[in-house]
C-alpha cells in the first residue's frame, strides 16, 4: 500500500514541480519583464530548488561519447551485447582513424566491470568506466529496474546474479580468449562466488579479479549498514521494506524493495550533509555561480535516481552477506543453471589474481571486510595478491573523483597489465604515463601485503598483435 500512496503523491507533486521550473525561467529570463524585479535572482533561484526537490528522477545515460588516449579522441560507442531479463550486458566499443592508436587499442586487457545492484543504476560508475576505456576493452552490467521487469519474465535471485556473472565471464572468454574481472561495492561477493563455482568445476577462470569496498566479510570493522542488517530479522526486513510494484508499471504485482525507500536512507545517513549542500546550491543560484550549481546538478541526477530491487535477491543478499555470513563460513550453496546446488569453495581459485582495494574513509564497507577475500583465496600464489588502501578516500572516492583517477586507477591498470599474458599484452607504457605507472608501482610495494608480479614489458619497437 505504501508504493501505491507514494506514486499518487508523486503524480500530485509532478504538476507543481514543472511549474516551479517554468516559474524559475521567467525571473532569470533578461526577455522579461519578471527578469527586472527586485530580488527576480533570488526569487528564481527558490522555484529552481523547488523543481529540483520534487521532480522524478530518470535512469541517467553514460554520457560517454570520446576519451583521450595519449592525446587522440578516440570515439565512444555503446552498444548492448548480451540482454537478460534483469541485466544488461553493454560494452563500450572504442574507434579511431589514427593506425597507430587503433592499433594499441586492440591489444588492450578486456574488462567486465560489475556495478552494485544496491539502489543506483550502473551509470554511478561513469567516471570509472571513463577513466578504464583510456587503457582497457570495457564491459559493465547494466542492472534493470525491477518495476519494469514484467512477472513474466520470473523471478531473480542471488544465485541469478552468481549465475549471470558467469555467462558474461564466458561470453567474454568466448570472444577474447579470457578476461579480467573488477567488481565495485555489492558485487564483490556474488563475483568471489561466480569465479569459485567456475574454479571448481575446472572452468577457465579470469585472468584477474579486482574487487573495491566491498563486504566480503561484513563482521570487520561493522558500519551503519552492517548494524541495521544485523540487528533486524529477516520478517522485518520483509514486512517493513518489500512492496508490491503498482499497476501502473510494466512490473505490476512484482515484490519489490522499493528505490524510494533506498533513497529515503541513503539520505538519512547523511541528512545534514544533503541540506547543506541544497541551500548552497541556492547560493550559488543567486549569486550566479552557474558552474557550482551545475556540479549539484550532475551530482544529485545520478544520487536521486534509484531503481527498484526484486525483493528474493535483496532478501537473500541480507541473509547470506550480513547475517549469516555464509561465503566465509564456507556454508554457501548456489543453485546453478541446472538447478544443482553447488558450494562456493575460494580456496579452489587458482589461476586467477586478487586485488582487493579499500578507502581509509569508507563509511560503507568498513576497514578489512574487502582484504578479508585474501583469506578466502589461499589457493592463488602470494605473489599475485595484493591489497591496496586508498588514504583520504571514502566509499565513493575509490571508484570516482580525483583519488580513484590519480590513486587508485594507476593501481588497478598497473595489476591488470601485470597479469595479462605476453601474447596480447599492451604496447610498452608511453612515455606521459611512465611517473604514473611508477608512482602506482611505489604505492604498491609500500603495503604489507604481497607485491604483485612485475608488470609485463614488451621489448622496444615492438608493435602489438591486432586482436
Known amino acids: 500500500m505504501l508504493y501505491q500512496i507514494y506514486e499518487t503523491q508523486r503524480s500530485i507533486m509532478e504538476p507543481f514541480a514543472d511549474l516551479a521550473e ?14 527586472q524585479l527586485p530580488g527576480a535572482q533570488r526569487i ?57 592508436t587503433l592499433a594499441k587499442l586492440k591489444g588492450q586487457p578486456v574488462v567486465l566491470i560489475v556495478a552494485p545492484l544496491s539502489g543506483h543504476y550502473a551509470t554511478l560508475l561513469r567516471d570509472t568506466v571513463r577513466t578504464m576505456l583510456k587503457d582497457h576493452k570495457v564491459y559493465i552490467t547494466d542492472w534493470k529496474n525491477a518495476r519494469l521487469v514484467p512477472t513474466a519474465d520470473g523471478e531473480f535471485h542471488l544465485d541469478d546474479y552468481v549465475n549471470y556473472i558467469q555467462e558474461f565471464i564466458r561470453y567474454l572468454q568466448q570472444g577474447y580468449g579470457n ?10 561477493v556474488p563475483v568471489l562466488a561466480a569465479v569459485s563455482l567456475m574454479a571448481s568445476r575446472g572452468e577457465t577462470t579470469p585472468l584477474s579479479m579486482t574487487m573495491m569496498g566491498g563486504p566480503i566479510d561484513a563482521r570487520k570493522s561493522p558500519t551503519a549498514v552492517n548494524n541495521l542488517a544485523t ?100 556454508t554457501w550453496d548456489v543453485k546453478n543453471e541446472q538447478g544443482e546446488l553447488e558450494r562456493v569453495r575460494p580456496q579452489d581459485i587458482q589461476r586467477t589474481a ?80 611512465k611517473p604514473a605507472a611508477r608512482a602506482a608501482r611505489k604505492a604498491v610495494a609500500r603495503k604489507p601485503a604481497a607485491k604483485a608480479a612485475a608488470p609485463t614489458r614488451q621489448p622496444a619497437g615492438r608493435k602489438t598483435a591486432k586482436a
Not at 179 to 188: I, Y
Open 179 to 188: 578476461c579480467h574481472v573488477m567488481s565495485v561495492c555489492q558485487p564483490t
Open 354 to 433: 586478487l586485488l582487493t582495494v579499500e578507502g581509509e574513509l569508507d563509511d560503507i564497507s568498513g576497514s578489512g571486510q574487502t582484504a578479508a577475500a585474501h583469506d578466502l583465496c589461499t589457493g592463488i600464489p602470494k605473489t599475485h595478491r595484493m591489497h591496496y588502501e586508498a588514504q583520504g578516500a571514502g566509499h565513493y572516492g575509490i571508484f570516482s573523483g580525483r583519488r580513484w583517477r590519480d590513486m587508485v586507477h594507476p593501481v588497478v591498470k598497473t595489476f591488470i597489465r601485470s597479469h595479462q599474458p605476453a601474447a596480447d599484452a599492451s604496447p610498452a607504457v608511453p612515455a606521459a604515463a
Open 44 to 100: 528564481s533561484a527558490g522555484y529552481d530548488l523547488m523543481h529540483r526537490l520534487g521532480k522524478d528522477y530518470e535512469k541517467p545515460v553514460f554520457g560517454i561519447h570520446t576519451v583521450d588516449v595519449d592525446g587522440v579522441d578516440v570515439a565512444i560507442h555503446e552498444r548492448i551485447e548480451i540482454d537478460k531479463a534483469f541485466c544488461e550486458l553493454r560494452r563500450f566499443k572504442r574507434f579511431s582513424d589514427d593506425t597507430d
Open 231 to 330: 540487528q533486524r530479522s529477516h520478517e522485518w526486513f520483509e514486512n517493513n521494506v518489500i512492496y508490491r510494484v503498482p499497476d501502473n508499471f510494466p512490473g505490476a504485482g512484482r515484490r519489490v524493495y522499493p528505490g524510494f525507500l533506498q533513497h529515503t536512507g541513503f539520505v538519512a545517513m547523511n541528512p545534514d550533509r544533503h541540506a547543506s549542500s541544497h541551500y548552497d546550491y541556492f547560493k550559488d543560484l543567486i549569486k550566479g555561480d552557474n558552474s557550482s550549481a551545475e556540479s549539484h546538478r550532475k551530482f544529485y541526477d545520478e544520487y536521486n535516481a534509484v531503481l527498484d530491487m526484486d525483493a528474493d535477491y535483496y532478501l537473500e543478499t541480507i541473509e547470506t552477506v550480513f547475517q549469516e555470513f555464509k561465503l566465509v563460513h564456507g
Open 22 to 35: 517554468v516559474a524559475s525561467k521567467l525571473f532569470t529570463n533578461p526577455m522579461l519583464p519578471l527578469a
